[in-house]
Nanobody, 121 residues
Framework: QVQLVESGGGSVQAGGSLRLSCAFS????????MGWFRQAPGKEREFRAA???????NYADSVKGRFTISRDNAKNTVYLQMNSLKPEDTAVYYC???????????????WGQGTQVTVSS
């Protein structure tokens, strides 16, 4: 079965940077779209960025110009480079994936355990 494991979270000051990683296993990584979401206390899970099988990225407006999603198919890993971090970015960040061969169902099918990102003012 598909498994996702996030890493790279931590605590930084406003204006700092972090790079999150998500390790994929249990399938053929190149067939899967990948996404990053966040969830802050008391709030719903929110889309941040996604990347399809061919490397095309998509971003939430609030992270455009600050965050970059990328994938390394040789390492079965997706990354989220987060620059110019703001206190409001503080949340648990989750990696998610969906088989790109299944085009008739929206959303993501598998989720990681999350990694905490804390940005102090």
């Amino acid at each position: 079965q598909v498994q996702l494991v996030e890493s790279g979270g931590g605590s930084v000051q406003a204006g700092g940077s972090l790079r999150l990683s998500c390790a994929f296993s249990g399938g053929t990584f190149a067939n899967y779209a990948m996404g990053w979401f966040r969830q802050a206390p008391g709030k719903e899970r929110e889309f941040r960025a996604a990347i399809n099988w061919s490397g095309r990225p998509n971003y939430a407006d609030s992270v455009k110009g600050r965050f970059t999603i990328s994938r390394d198919n040789a390492k079965n890993t997706v990354y989220l480079q987060m620059n110019s971090l703001k206190p409001e970015d503080t949340a648990v960040y989750y990696c998610a994936t969906k088989d790109s061969r299944v085009a008739d169902r929206p959303g993501f099918d598998f989720w990681g355990q999350g990694t905490q990102v804390t940005v102090s003012s």
